[in-house]
């Protein structure tokens, strides 16, 4: 099974994951405004090891227009942070869901990376990108949201990107295990809303 920490020897997941997204937000145009140093990447354990269910979620730290805190049915509450090694706020937490994740054809997961990358606010300021209407996570579409992260996908592909970048994305769970002995990853607890304390503060 996936684990934390740094074992001498194994494939760190959420490493060579964010090296993906990392190159995929300079090679594709639509994602140029991300700051991956500024997204943790983790992953989660999925209870049951079937094929259907959360691949992957993105949870913005941030709340519209990258307010820090929001009234929440009549109480201001805000998100409990997280920081980087050196201390930095993260504006995002991206998580895949292992082994289900892992579990689908290398088109499937690319597309999968592309569309929780594609729900990042295009101001890049903690909060989702909004669409119009009340479906304002996915738009009108889901279908419609998906073609794109489709398209932009194989756009990245396209591009000819280090195939060594990618290549553990075509091994499913149990032959990823087997070709590097262990896999494992940064984890994060889901992040919580709190009271908010003092006046409201601008998004950094």
């Known amino acids: ?3 934390t920490g740094k074992p001498s020897a194994g494939l760190h997941f959420t490493h060579a994951i964010r090296a993906v997204c990392e190159d995929m937000t300079r ?3 639509l994602l140029s405004h991300i700051d991956m ?3 943790a990447v983790g992953f989660c354990q999925a209870r049951k090891r079937v094929p259907h269910g959360l691949q992957a979620s993105l949870t913005p730290l941030r709340f519209e227009n990258g307010a820090r805190d929001s009234l929440v049915r009549g109480r201001r509450y805000t998100c409990q942070s997280i920081f980087d090694p050196s201390g930095r706020e993260y504006l995002y937490l991206l998580n895949f869901y292992l082994p289900r994740f892992l579990d689908h054809s290398l088109g499937e997961k690319l597309t999968t990376i592309v569309h929780e990358l594609w729900h990042i606010s295009e101001k890049f300021d903690g909060d989702l990108r909004r669409h119009e209407g009340r479906c304002y996570v996915h738009g009108p579409s889901q279908r419609e949201f998906d073609r794109t992260a489709s398209r932009l996908a194989g756009e ?4 000819e990107p280090p195939t060594e970048l990618y290549a553990f994305l075509r091994y499913n769970f ?3 295990v087997k070709h ?3 896999v494992y990853g940064e984890r994060y607890p ?3 809303l709190v009271a908010a304390r003092g006046p409201t503060k601008e998004a950094c």
């Open 156 to 159: 990245w592909l396209a591009s």
């Open 37 to 39: 140093s500024r997204v």
């Open 1 to 3: 099974m996936a684990r």
């Open 174 to 176: 149990r032959d990823l």
């Open 180 to 182: 590097f002995g262990q």
């Open 190 to 192: 889901v992040p919580k």
């Open 27 to 29: 090679r594709v145009e």
